[in-house]
Structure formats: structure tokens, C-alpha cells
T-cell receptor, first 116, second 113 residues
Framework: GAVVSQHPSRVICKSGTSVKIECRSLDFQATTMFWYRQFPKQSLMLMATSNEGSKATYEQGVEKDKFLINHASLTLSTLTVTSAHPEDSSFYIC????????????FGPGTRLLVL | DAKTTQPNSMESNEEEPVHLPCNHSTISGTDYIHWYRQLPSQGPEYVIHGLTSNVNNRMASLAIAEDRKSSTLILHRATLRDAAVYYCIPPPGTQGGSEKLVFGKGTKLTVNP
């Protein structure tokens, strides 16, 4: 089956620093990727839709200047959490839509971010 | 937009079948129903999807009601590794050509040894 990877799997950083998370589709091309955030004991919340070659589309309430998304190729999207604060600590998950299989997305294993 | 309703939690014993229900009374006639599950500390994984007739794959079976207002995900023999949160996902929305999935709270399945 299709594989999506994320790197790093876990990161601890100091408050005020920026953290970049990579999402790669390993065996298929993805024109669209999605970024989710999940707090403990809660469901996944969609943050933004990442479109290859164009600007990301952010969900209401998500600060685009704080969560920078770049989708420079058909297999890579990155999420940069800028000036991270403790409230940004969360589980960040990406997914990739595989063209031709409507509605089916393949999810990465997630990145756990802890901001001290 | 179509919405789904699932029980918050269910319990099962190992090796027994599990039936996870989902109500989706507002879906249209051409909407697929997708199921995903999320194991602890992992990203979600696709389980199955269907339109009208029952569907089977190596992970599960999906029974869709004739009126399509509900469906049931069936795990034929639950194992401890099936303990997860199961999400019945309404049809993806569209925004700029993309397909967003909206996750509700899902059903947390506990499998007892």
C-alpha cells in the first residue's frame, strides 16, 4: 500500500524557536497533502491543505504566518512552526491524497512536538 | 455537508466479532462512506470504503444499509491489535479541488483479552 513518512517523529524545542516537519509520499505522487493537529484525547483537527506549486489553504483560526507550509514537489510538503510556544505542543499528522482514488488518504505516522 | 454519528466507545473480547455502527442519514446517493482507524500514538490508517453494496477486504467488512442512512464496520475476529479509535468519515468536502476529511470523535474500541 501507499506509504507516507514524516520526519522527525519526535522533537523537543525551546520556546521561541522554529521547527520544520517534513511529510513525504514515498511511492506515489501527491498534488494535495493535508496537515492535522491532534491534542491529547481529542480528534484530528485539519489545519491546512497543501497544494503542490501553489499556496496552502488554511482552516479558519489557523495562523498562516505561524504555520508555514511549503509543497515544493509532488512528494514533499513541509510544515514549519515558527516561534513555537508551549501551547503549540501537539501531535502533528500529515496525509496525502492519492490521485484517482477518491476520498482515500494515506497518513504519516505523526510528529510529536514538545515546546519547553 | 453530510455528518456522521458514532457511539463514543465500545468493548469487545478477543477473538469475537465486533460491529461498529455509524449513522449518516444526510449523505447523498453518490457519496462513498470511508472508515479509518487510529491506533494509539499513530497516524490514522485507511480501513475500508463503500457506496451501496457490502464490501470486504483483508481488514474488515462494511455492511451498508439499503437506504444508505447507516453502515456497520465489522471486524470478524477482534485482536488486541484492533484496539483503536474508529472513524466513520463523511464524504470529503471539496475546497479548491482538494478533498478534505473531517474527523469526528469516532468510536474508541477496547478489546479485552
Amino acid at each position: 500500500g501507499a506509504v507516507v513518512s514524516q520526519h522527525p517523529s519526535r522533537v523537543i524545542c525551546k520556546s521561541g524557536t522554529s521547527v520544520k516537519i517534513e511529510c513525504r509520499s514515498l511511492d506515489f505522487q501527491a498534488t494535495t497533502m493535508f496537515w492535522y493537529r491532534q491534542f491529547p484525547k481529542q480528534s484530528l483537527m485539519l489545519m491546512a491543505t497543501s497544494n503542490e506549486g501553489s499556496k496552502a489553504t488554511y482552516e479558519q483560526g489557523v495562523e498562516k504566518d505561524k504555520f508555514l507550509i511549503n509543497h515544493a514537489s509532488l512528494t514533499l510538503s513541509t510544515l514549519t512552526v515558527t516561534s513555537a510556544h508551549p501551547e503549540d505542543s501537539s501531535f502533528y499528522i500529515c496525509s496525502a491524497h492519492r490521485t484517482g482514488i477518491w476520498g482515500t488518504q494515506y497518513f504519516g505516522p505523526g510528529t510529536r512536538l514538545l515546546v519547553l | 455537508d453530510a455528518k456522521t454519528t458514532q457511539p463514543n466507545s465500545m468493548e469487545s473480547n478477543e477473538e469475537e466479532p465486533v460491529h461498529l455502527p455509524c449513522n449518516h442519514s444526510t449523505i447523498s446517493g453518490t457519496d462513498y462512506i470511508h472508515w479509518y482507524r487510529q491506533l494509539p500514538s499513530q497516524g490514522p490508517e485507511y480501513v475500508i470504503h463503500g457506496l451501496t453494496s457490502n464490501v470486504n477486504n483483508r481488514m474488515a467488512s462494511l455492511a451498508i444499509a439499503e437506504d444508505r442512512k447507516s453502515s456497520t464496520l465489522i471486524l470478524h475476529r477482534a485482536t488486541l491489535r484492533d484496539a483503536a479509535v474508529y472513524y466513520c468519515i463523511p464524504p470529503p468536502g471539496t475546497q479548491g479541488g482538494s478533498e478534505k476529511l473531517v474527523f469526528g470523535k469516532g468510536t474508541k474500541l477496547t478489546v479485552n483479552p
